[in-house]
């Protein structure tokens, strides 16, 4: 006997968020667009390579928020017979794309400061200034849009790193541009083009480690599986637990399936239904993370001899 749920109400409420997700995600990457253009024109205005390298920042943006739209405009449409959950995995895929995407543009940016410290060209700070200030709005706008989502998608949550990484980059910007301003000191911008590839790498480890975890399957972060297993068996007439997997399909979307015995007298007297929802209830509520999408089958203990050898 097996059995798994889920909650339409939870599937509602979840196209609804996506819906919002997805036109967040539109207008940050058209705010975002807007000021890629007026760095790189700053940039080649001024000289500055640091303008130039948030600039570049900026298109990965561009071209990430850009994939970040595209799932989750997939992730939207409807579950088949051919694909069970939809496409609901294009978020990790969007995701591993940016993180591609920004380790490129952090290796090439380092790259160009290494050349540009042997001779520093000149840069004209004031306007460096303005347009480091345009770049610095923008993505505060662009996190403030995204800020609600993030918990709940790794896709916008790499978009979000992105813009908040941009930030950063355009403070460096900012910072260095009143150096050169008040000291004349003009590697400053290079050491600036230096602290946008310092925040691009780990934000780019970061995002693919997570996306590395759910594509191998692993347990949620927040889970324990030795725990769920001891609490499974404390439910009544509940004898053992194998072949017990939680996955995730994307973050934040946990399936749990399992092999429980069960007393051989509740599939004789009706009980059966009553453990199956004491099993459901406990996976959904007693964890710190809800697992709505669970499966379980009963079975007696004479049931374990006709199955291939058990995994633990």
Known sequence: MSAGHSHGAGL?????????????????????????????????????????????????????????????????????????????????????????????????????????????????????????????????????????????SINTRAAFLEVAADGLGSVAVLVSALVVLLTGWQRADVVASFVVVALIVPRTLSILAEVTRVLLEAAPRDLDLDQVRAHLLEQAHVRAVHDLHVTEIVAGLPVLTAHVVVEDSCFRDGHAPQ??????????????????????QLEPASHHQHESPAHP
């Open 275 to 296: 453990v199956l929802d004491a099993l459901q209830a406990c996976a959904a509520e007693h964890f710190p993370v809800g697992i709505e999408h669970s499966t379980f």
């Open 12 to 152: 509602g409420h979840g196209a609804d968020a996506g819906g919002d997700q997805r036109r967040r995600l539109l207008m940050v990457l058209a705010l975002t667009a807007t000021v890629m253009v007026v760095e790189v024109v700053g940039g080649i205005v001024t000289g500055s390579l640091a303008l130039l390298a948030d600039a570049a920042h900026m298109l990965t943006d561009v071209v990430g928020l850009t994939i970040a739209l595209a799932a989750a405009t997939l992730a939207l449409r409807p579950p088949t017979p051919r694909r069970s959950w939809g496409y609901r995995r294009a978020e990790v895929l969007g995701a591993s794309l940016q993180a591609g995407l920004l380790l490129a543009v952090g290796v090439l940016i380092a790259v160009e400061g290494v050349r540009r410290l042997a001779a520093p060209p000149e840069i004209t700070p004031g306007l460096v200034l303005v347009f480091g200030a345009v770049g610095l709005a923008a993505n505060v706008v662009g996190l403030v849009l995204l800020s609600r989502g993030r918990a709940h």
